[in-house]
């Protein structure tokens, strides 16, 4: 007997395409923001399509209302352009399938990769990859829709918690960060916004895919830089975080780094009191907790304040 969900889904395999019927489904584990939902249709003729259906949370939508919406539009654009993006296949913001807004995406064959054969190789990629995403001419395409990383900033900083977690230095980071504005000194460009290894796709030692765009904003590249800085040290470690770092100065040699140690603070307080809900066991939450005070303490060091 069909639960009520697989009915769901089976209109929605209708409407994307009323020659199709689905064929079976199965979800997909990872996502935190949103339900993501693997579907195989099959054709007439035999033929079969898979697609991943994602449904973002109350907590998302609450936020960002247009989630949804804006992603689609996102990932056409980011098609159009050339980059390794999933291609959208419909978007649904009807309310009469699902009560929440539903996008449907390409269903792109691979895998994240956290022991890469060739790692050198690996992180080249890495770096390649996201200097591909800083370099879109937002002079010809239309991101005006995206959220401002300056305000994104100004709203966290406006306001402190009732709670601070001082086992992560967040109190030592927000005293640094509310005494003076983060700085902007380059152009804002097209940003990932959560960009780390979890988020690309591997096939064979390539790099397939860069997915989960609910985040992008239009910023500061160090903004990106950071967040990949501080997951690259978690999953590999110190060399790795400064080899990525290098190989992306390397690559973008327009870009005034001066203010990076700004961002690693502002990407290490974002996560400060996250950690501990992220259902880590005790050995590995320990470890990270560890590499995010090295983080925290080489970016005061590079400040020069106390």
């Known amino acids: 007997m069909k639960s009520k969900e697989y009915k769901k889904f089976e209109q929605l395999v209708q409407r994307m395409d009323p020659q199709s019927k689905l064929f079976r ?3 997909l584990k990872g996502g935190v923001s949103a339900q993501v939902t693997a579907l195989e249709m099959m054709r007439p003729d035999g033929q079969t399509k ?15 209302p247009h989630v949804a919406a804006y992603e689609f539009k996102l990932l056409k654009m980011l098609k159009s352009e050339g980059l390794p993006t999933p291609t959208p296949c419909h978007l649904d913001s009807s309310g009469k399938i699902f009560s929440t807004p539903t996008l449907v995406i390409e269903f792109i064959e691979g895998q994240t990769e956290f022991a890469p054969v060739h790692f050198p190789d690996y992180m080249r990629q890495l770096t390649t990859h996201l200097t591909n995403i800083h370099r879109v001419d937002v002079s010809k395409v239309d991101v005006s829709f995206l959220p401002s990383q ?69 910023g500061d590249p160090l903004a990106d830089v950071a967040n990949g800085r501080l997951e690259i040290l978690w999953a590999f470690g110190v060399d790795a975080m400064n080899d990525f770092t290098q190989q992306y100065q390397f690559r973008m040699t327009t870009i005034d780094f001066a203010n990076l140690p700004y961002w690693d603070l502002f990407v290490a307080l974002r996560s400060a009191s996250k950690i501990s809900e992220w259902g880590l066991d005790e050995s590995t939450e320990r470890k990270m907790r560890e590499k995010h005070q090295l983080f925290v303490n080489q970016a005061i060091e590079k400040l020069n304040v106390r």
Request: aromatic letters at 8%; a negative charge.
């Open 25 to 27: 489904t199965w979800e």
């Open 50 to 64: 898979k697609v991943i259906v994602r449904r973002h949370g109350e907590v998302d939508l609450k936020q960002k």
């Open 150 to 218: 300056e305000e994104i900033v100004a709203e966290m900083m406006a306001k402190r918690p009732e709670y601070v977690d001082e086992s992560s230095d967040e109190g030592r980071i927000r005293d640094i960060l509310e005494s003076r504005p983060l700085p902007q000194r380059n152009q804002s460009v097209l940003l990932h916004g959560d960009f780390w290894p979890g988020n690309t796709l591997w096939k064979k030692g390539r790099l397939v895919a860069v997915i989960d765009w609910e985040d992008a904003v239009f």
